[in-house]
């Protein structure tokens, strides 16, 4: 069974501040792929990044960086310098390689940047 | 990018009506899904297709759904009798392998 949690429902942030959202996982399969969407209020799935297991170098792109940590089943994702563009609900989500590609999500975290 | 597109945007019926949810993955991926998010609530998956047929369904995936790629291009998602707990974002996404899927904008169902 696969499992992702998203602890924080909602978050409330001043622009400018720095947001680390937290996500933990549950797998049993050995390969995995791990990803972080945002969803605009328009509705649409927007694609922020994919993470294999077996890679656990974090990665940084533009103001956005992801910190994956195998030990702890984490893979969180921080905004430096948070912006009003920023407001959305961001999923984590997995797929196991023994699953047919199902991806199972978070229950997402909304952030809201506040001006 | 490539992209897969949705049809339509958005699909009001009336319960106990049949729709069907049209998608066009991108064309060299050959595994296909369908997604659904009731409103302020997770996305959830349904189901997913390779090589013409279903690999793996979900328990929302019951007998009033069904999936098909009718012409090598287009997958679509049937829902035979519409009940008011089917309104939602269904989404529809493809892969090359079984890593990133890439997600259709969304059709958003009302049954009213």
């Known amino acids: 069974a696969q499992k992702v949690t998203q602890a924080q429902t909602e978050i409330s942030v001043v622009e400018k501040e720095d947001v680390t959202l937290d996500c933990v996982y549950e797998?049993?399969?050995?390969?995995?792929?791990l990803f972080w969407y945002k969803q605009p209020p328009s509705g649409e799935l927007v694609f922020l990044i994919r993470?294999?297991?077996?890679?656990?170098q974090n990665e940084i792109s533009g103001r956005y960086s992801w910190n994956f940590q195998k030990s702890t089943s984490s893979f969180n994702f921080t905004i430096t310098a948070s912006q009003v563009v920023d407001s959305a609900v961001y999923f984590c989500?997995?797929?196991?390689?023994?699953?047919?590609?199902?991806?199972?999500f978070g229950d997402g975290t909304t952030l809201t940047v506040k001006p | 990018e490539p992209e897969v597109t949705q049809t339509p945007s958005h699909q009001v019926t009336q319960m106990g009506q049949e729709v069907i949810l049209r998608c066009v993955p991108i064309?060299?991926?050959?595994?296909f899904y369908w997604y659904r998010q009731i409103l302020g609530q997770k996305v959830e998956f349904l189901v997913s297709?390779?090589?013409?047929?279903?690999?793996?369904k979900s328990e929302i995936f019951d007998d009033q759904f069904s999936v098909e790629r009718p012409d090598g291009s287009n997958f679509t998602l049937k829902i035979r009798s519409t009940k008011l707990e089917d309104s939602a974002m269904y989404f529809c996404?493809?892969?090359?392998?079984?890593?990133?899927?890439?997600f259709g904008p969304g059709t958003r169902l009302t049954v009213t």
């Open positions: 996404a493809s892969s090359e392998d079984r890593g990133r899927q890439y």
């Open positions: 797998t049993r399969d050995t390969t995995y792929y």
């Open positions: 993470r294999n297991s077996f890679d656990e």
């Open positions: 989500a997995l797929i196991g390689n023994t699953n047919a590609g199902k991806s199972t």
């Open positions: 064309s060299n991926h050959l595994y």
């Open positions: 297709f390779y090589n013409n047929e279903i690999s793996e």
